[in-house]
């Protein structure tokens, strides 16, 4: 399968659409975040999961001082239908937020926040 990018990002997202979002109070959350992700079937999860590697690989490349938006990919993305938006934190700059949504299906792109400890036994 070689398809472009953004035509893979919306088959992709085509194929997220026939699942709901779970029950309870995840109202614009992202799908790949802790309110939804881990209570979608394992298809679901794995569509979503590609569909952000899809996307950072469109969205995101390497430039001097690391990781920065490929402003073309964006452009490209928004074309087609997407919001989308990628680059650093506004008070931390080595870190990248950003994220694709099609309709009311978000997928967040960011690196994971350096306050947020994902395992409290591993201080």
């Given at each position: 399968m070689n398809k472009s990018p953004i035509k893979q990002i919306k088959k992709l997202y085509e194929q997220l659409d026939q699942f709901e979002r779970p029950e309870?109070?995840?109202?614009?959350?992202?799908?790949?975040?802790?309110?939804?992700?881990?209570?979608?079937?394992?298809?679901?999860?794995?569509?979503?999961?590609?569909?952000?590697?899809?996307?950072?690989?469109?969205?995101?490349?390497q430039g001097d001082w690391g990781e920065e938006v490929n402003v073309r990919g964006l452009n490209l993305v928004r074309k087609h239908g997407?919001?989308?938006?990628?680059?650093?934190?506004q008070y931390d700059a080595n870190r990248n937020v950003g994220y694709i949504e099609h309709r009311d299906r978000?997928?967040?792109?960011?690196d994971p926040s350096p306050d947020v400890v994902e395992d409290p036994m591993a201080i």
């Open positions: 309870g109070d995840n109202e614009g959350s992202a799908w790949n975040g802790p309110e939804i992700f881990p209570f979608l079937p394992p298809e679901a999860q794995e569509i979503v999961e590609e569909i952000a590697d899809a996307a950072r690989e469109l969205l995101v490349r997407c919001r989308a938006d990628f680059g650093p934190a978000r997928i967040e792109l960011s």
